[in-house]
């Protein structure tokens, strides 16, 4: 599998989460959360390797990146979407990355107040997105460390939220009731997908023009497809 058809997959997940999520949002359409559970890890080990193979101009990445947040946020904002969008999470990514590539030690130490940042503004995933660009990006080459590590991100990320809680004995002698709180475990299941990708059968397209709009089409379809689906869901 090359990285168009593993994008294509994380595209399609997202779109079926994003319906479930805002749009058909009944018991009977629950099971589009847990497909969308996939598309998260895709994209991150996705941002992350092309990160890794293409290291160059990211202050220009990152400028594009805030620019596409912020009128992304502007347009989640107009909709009522209830969130920070991700692209501020790629962004603050990004600048990870280039701090971890000029001096390592400095750089885990910046992945952690990214981290803090993420999670104190509640930019969506949190410090587990962070997490999960600065694995994939530190072990990129080493698929079973990348992937060992991010299912025990993922696992202390889901049921984190368990310790300390009041709750907590009754929400597990419940769980056949309250493991729809917790359905961001299956996200690990992406692995197996991710585990059939082969760089080696990556090509670049040759038309400059289909080129330029496959490298931003993400950015330009992850805004667009949020506000049409919170118009119709009446959000």
């Given amino acids: 599998m090359n990285r168009n058809a593993l994008k294509l997959i994380a595209v399609i997940t997202m779109t079926i989460d994003h319906i479930g999520a805002f749009w ?3 018991d009977e359409f629950f099971w589009m959360r847990i497909v969308g559970r996939l598309a998260f890890p895709i994209f991150m080990f996705l ?3 092309g990160a890794r193979r293409s290291p160059h101009n990211r202050t220009r990445k990152v400028v594009v ?4 947040a912020v009128v992304t946020q502007l347009l989640f904002d107009w909709v009522g979407a209830g969130f920070i969008n991700i692209l501020f999470l790629l962004t603050m990514g990004m600048i990870g990355f280039e701090i971890y590539d000029h001096q390592k030690g400095f750089g885990i130490l910046a992945f952690i107040l990214l981290a803090w940042v993420a999670s104190f503004y509640k930019v969506d995933y949190m410090w587990f997105g962070i997490a999960t660009l600065a694995l994939f990006y530190i072990f990129d ?3 079973k460390i990348q992937f060992l590590s991010f299912a025990l991100v993922t696992v202390i990320f889901t049921f984190l939220p368990l310790i300390g ?3 907590a004995l009754w929400i597990l002698q419940n769980f056949n009731v309250t493991w729809r709180y917790f359905i961001e475990v299956f996200a ?4 197996g997908l991710i585990a059939l990708y082969d760089p080696a059968k990556n090509r670049r397209i040759a038309d400059p023009r289909l080129y330029f709009v496959s490298k931003y089409f993400f950015y330009v379809y992850y805004p667009l497809h949020v506000v049409i689906l919170n118009l119709l869901g009446g959000k």
Wanted: cysteine-free.
């Fill in 65 to 68: 990146l805030f620019g596409f």
């Fill in 24 to 26: 058909l949002t009944g």
């Fill in 141 to 143: 080459g080493h698929r």
């Fill in 188 to 191: 690990i299941l992406a692995l």
């Fill in 165 to 167: 809680h009041p709750q």
């Fill in 47 to 49: 941002f992350a390797e």
